[in-house]
């Protein structure tokens, strides 16, 4: 179990501890912003490729919870939903993926669309419920620490995407927050942006032939019978 928490710390740190700190400028002084983005994604795909083998790896014989049948349909029912607002986040034009911005301060709240009405981290938020999902089916130890580690990564991240996105992108980034909130459903609660379902049976279709695809394919995907 040592090794599982070894390798989830060292995937959250190589992002929060990177990109989250002044270690992010101390890189770019050194080898520019290409020169950072492309350390980064190296060391990120280096800590993910380790933690997911790390997971496969360690036996998993210690449970905070034993597994139960009626503990399972969680993931079933979180998984659909994650599926929506991960894949849905890409069919947009979100400010908040790598390499978006917003050119045009003006037209920025006219960027909220889709998914990004429920929430402006779709990918984010689809993550932590896709961890929060699995957490409870599996119930032991090394699922909990390695799914754990993509939760927290994945919520912190937003909140801290909001305060580098706010700092870089000014006026266009506050109008576009005006309209939209981080915590799903909270801008439409507040009146400040409405559902709009025309804009969500695309994402939606799309979500449901990936749920439908991953079902069917867990076991040969990733050696678990979805029961």
């Known amino acids: 179990m040592t090794e599982m928490w070894f390798a989830a710390l060292f995937w959250v740190f190589s992002h929060l501890g990177i990109s989250s700190t002044p270690l992010r400028g101390t890189i770019v002084g050194l080898v520019g912003e290409r020169g950072y983005l492309g350390v ?28 139960d049948p009626d503990l399972y349909w969680v993931a079933k029912i979180t998984m659909p939903i994650a599926l929506f607002l ?56 090394v699922s909990v620490i390695f799914f754990s580690s993509f939760l927290l990564l994945s919520l912190m991240g937003s909140f801290l995407m909001d305060y580098k996105k706010a700092r870089t992108m000014g006026e266009g980034w506050s109008r576009y927050a005006a309209v939209t909130s981080n915590v ?28 439908v695809a991953l079902y069917y394919f867990h076991e040969a995907l990733f050696g678990v019978v979805v029961i």
Do not use: C
């Not at 003006?106 to 998914?115: C, S």
């Not at 409405?194 to 969500?200: A, W």
């Open 40 to 67: 980064y994604s190296l060391i990120a795909a280096a800590a993910l490729a380790n933690v997911i083998w790390v997971y496969s790896d360690v036996p998993r014989f210690d449970y905070v919870w034993l597994p």
């Open 86 to 141: 991960a894949l849905g986040g890409f069919m947009v034009k979100n400010p908040t993926n790598v390499g978006m911005s917003i050119d045009d301060p003006a037209q920025a709240a006219d960027m909220a669309t889709g998914v990004t009405r429920i929430t402006r981290h779709p990918f984010q938020w689809g993550v932590v419920l896709w961890a929060a999902g699995h957490i409870v089916a599996n119930g032991d130890w």
């Open 184 to 211: 799903p459903f909270a801008a439409i609660i507040s009146g400040r942006n409405t559902l709009k379902l025309s804009e969500l049976w695309l994402p939606g279709a799309v979500a449901l032939v990936a749920y």
